[in-house]
């Protein structure tokens, strides 16, 4: 059975730092490329980082330079670097995985407190 288990949200003061960890189960991690993407209610979710299989990365605007992606084969997770926090970060982080199939996860929620 697949499932994907993100871990690291929380509580954080604005200029704050908080990792958000994402593990796959159930396929091949190391052929899958994984995203970070958020979701705030009532609005659509929007891509923030991407790590294809090969490690090439892409970020959304509005966070590049403040967030890093990066992934680790051996562990099968895949982990978001978060910096200098922003309360419009407030949202619902969900992990994706797409290849062969595409899955998700159920999400961690961040808050950022101004």
């Known amino acids: 059975q697949v499932r994907l288990v993100e871990s690291g949200g929380g509580l954080v003061q604005a200029g704050g730092s908080l990792r958000l960890s994402c593990t796959a189960f159930?396929?091949?991690?190391?052929?899958?490329?994984m995203g970070w993407y958020r979701q705030a209610p009532g609005k659509q979710r929007e891509l923030v980082a991407h790590?294809?299989?090969?490690?090439?990365?892409k970020y959304a605007n509005s966070i590049m330079g403040r967030f890093t992606v990066s992934r680790d084969n051996t562990k099968n997770t895949v982990y978001l670097q978060m910096a200098s926090l922003k309360p419009e970060d407030t949202d619902m982080y969900s992990c994706?995985?797409?290849?062969?199939?595409?899955?998700w996860g159920q999400g961690t929620k961040v808050t950022v407190s101004s």
């Open positions: 994706n995985a797409s290849g062969l199939d595409r899955y």
């Open positions: 159930g396929i091949t991690f190391r052929a899958y490329n």
């Open positions: 790590i294809k299989h090969d490690n090439i990365t």
